[in-house]
């Protein structure tokens, strides 16, 4: 499976970072998003993060030229069709997850291989409502996608060995790291990461700290390079409590149940860096904890 073309669902955060990593390995790249002010403005971001890496020496400026140039956008998802593989990268929601592959499939080449960058919904579940859930993989980057090694790779029940592979082979190109997991509940890194950052919004509900002393704590008691809360701000609040559900749901176990705080900071619409509130707030020159 020679895979050359590159489709790319959502012009959000993880959406552009992966369209900025495939361009620089030399893929060509198509970007879709629903709102067109989403892809503008992830064409001008990706533009400045590759001018980063030109200033550091990483790439050239003939390099960042060749890069840009292939990247394109279009406002529809059937457009996507010719592709030889689509990357998903959609808000952490199954039913419109479900709804983009079910809008794609009638224009996909029969060999097109699907994948998703959900952090923690069923791949086996997301394939099946599919007609290739032999080619449906998860693909999990992680934030931010230029920076950071480690991609995921998740097979479904149906994955079949060489979409696996063809998979692997993409990551390898973008000079990252593949970690094999298993199609269970968030996977592994979130399996692991955001039970403690819940944990840490527990100890600031509880008053075991403030939010400064806790990701303080964690920073210099732990070599962290981010305390929880302000990591779970750099996430999202949002994606963190869908994650904790999904846990919570998928594992029937009482010790991923999502922190009453945290829900209360969601339905509150204080999302974290994003809305420029969570535990931190983001409006004034310095970041200020909210507790």
């Known amino acids: 499976m ?10 959000g955060q993880m959406g552009n970072g992966i369209a900025h990593v495939l361009a620089v390995a030399g893929y060509e790249v198509l970007l879709t998003d629903v709102s067109e002010e989403a892809m503008a403005n992830a064409i001008k971001l990706i533009d400045r993060n590759i001018d980063r890496q030109v200033g550091r020496g990483l790439i050239s400026e003939a390099d960042k030229a ?3 140039k292939r990247i394109g956008t279009t406002p529809k998802l059937a457009d996507l069709g010719q592709t030889d593989l689509v990357i998903e990268a959609a808000t952490e929601r199954e ?14 080449k029969p060999d ?5 960058n959900t952090s923690s919904i069923s791949i086996t579940r997301l394939a099946s409502r599919t007609d290739r859930p032999e080619k449906f993989l998860g693909f999990h980057f992680m934030n931010p996608v230029p920076v950071m090694q480690l991609v995921e790779l998740i097979r479904g029940i149906a994955t079949d060995e060489p979409t696996f592979r063809a998979c692997e082979e993409v990551v ?5 790291t593949a970690a094999t997991a298993e199609d269970f509940p968030a996977f592994i890194v979130n399996r692991i990461l ?15 700290g403030n939010v400064m002393s ?25 994606t963190c409590l869908a994650i904790m559900n999904v846990l919570h749901e998928g594992l029937a176990d009482t010790k991923y149940r999502p922190c009453p705080l945290l829900t209360k900071y969601v339905e509150a619409g204080w999302l974290g860096r994003k809305t420029q509130r ?7 020159d310095v970041p200020v904890p909210t507790r």
């Not at 079910?102 to 996909?108: K, N, Q």
């Open 95 to 108: 039913m419109i997850k479900q709804a983009i592959f079910e809008d794609l499939l009638p224009h996909l």
């Open 194 to 208: 955001m039970p403690m950052i819940n944990e840490a919004v527990y100890a600031l509900y509880e008053g075991v």
């Open 214 to 238: 806790i990701d303080t704590s964690l920073k210099l008691g732990a070599n962290h390079p981010m305390g929880p809360l302000e990591l779970a701000d750099f996430i999202g609040l949002d």
């Open 172 to 176: 390898q190109r973008l000079g990252k």
């Open 112 to 116: 097109t291989i699907l994948t998703s």
């Open 2 to 11: 020679a895979i050359e073309r590159v489709g790319v669902v959502g012009a």
């Open 278 to 284: 969570g535990f931190y707030d983001y409006r004034g």
């Open 66 to 68: 060749e890069a840009m």
